[in-house]
T-cell receptor, first 110, second 114 residues
Framework: GENVEQHPSTLSVQEGDSAVIKCTYS??????FPWYKQELGKRPQLIIDIRSNVGEKKDQRIAVTLNKTAKHFSLHITETQPEDSAVYFC?????????FGKGTRLHILP | IAGITQAPTSQILAAGRRMTLRCTQDMRHNAMYWYRQDLGLGLRLIHYSNTAGTTGKGEVPDGYSVSRANTDDFPLTLASAVPSQTSVYFC?????????????FGEGSRLTVL
């Protein structure tokens, strides 16, 4: 079955700097790669997603890149702000299942 | 009801007891999922259902069962709870499993097994 690895587990960046979170997946049949943000005590919410026929997608300060050959995808957050502090999860979808990475706790330092 | 609703929000349970976590959605989504969230382990898929009448096993199905009698409801049952099942449980739904898309999560059910 699908296995998703996510790095780093914790990331601290200065406010205004960029943050990058990386994920790899194992199942070459995976074709949908979402990213979720979970604030403390709340439910996960989708922030951006990408499908396997696209290499990059951007939405304001966040962007996702996908390398199908290497089976890895990354989340990029530019001009980080205090409200970006949260846990971020990547995921991959194959065979009707959506499998998540273990998460990255992002701290935005003042 | 608006969106996806879970019950109970929180529960303390003695080991060996039977427990059912309820999940209801009013979005007419075909696919529904149960995940458990543990610190450092992320969200792990327990069971899923592509459509009413069908269910499938996820990454960690042992000790859990589900049913999908209709589109709206997807209960998760622990037949005989054990302490390792202490976790936060999230139910989620999406429009279609065949064309993967956004998961809508419930607020979660915090379960403690003593």
């Amino acid at each position: 079955g699908e296995n998703v690895e996510q790095h780093p587990s914790t990331l601290s960046v200065q406010e205004g700097d960029s943050a990058v979170i990386k994920c790899t997946y194992s199942d070459s049949a995976s074709n949908y790669f979402p990213w979720y943000k979970q604030e403390l005590g709340k439910r996960p919410q989708l922030i951006i997603d990408i499908r396997s026929n696209v290499g990059e997608k951007k939405d304001q300060r966040i962007a996702v890149t996908l390398n199908k050959t290497a089976k890895h995808f990354s989340l990029h957050i530019t001009e980080t702000q205090p409200e970006d502090s949260a846990v971020y999860f990547c995921a991959a979808s194959a065979d009707d299942k959506i499998i998540f990475g273990k998460g990255t706790r992002l701290h935005i330092l003042p | 009801i608006a969106g996806i609703t879970q019950a109970p929000t929180s529960q303390i349970l003695a080991a060996g007891r039977r427990m059912t976590l309820r999940c209801t959605q009013d979005m007419r989504h075909n696919a529904m999922y149960w995940y458990r969230q543990d610190l450092g382990l992320g969200l792990r898929l327990i069971h899923y259902s592509n459509t009413a009448g069908t269910t499938g096993k996820g990454e960690v199905p042992d000790g859990y069962s589900v049913s999908r009698a209709n589109t709206d409801d997807f209960p998760l049952t622990l037949a005989s709870a054990v302490p390792s099942q202490t976790s936060v449980y999230f139910c989620a739904s999406s429009l279609s499993a065949a064309y993967a898309g956004e998961l809508f999560f419930g607020e979660g059910s915090r379960l403690t097994v003593l």
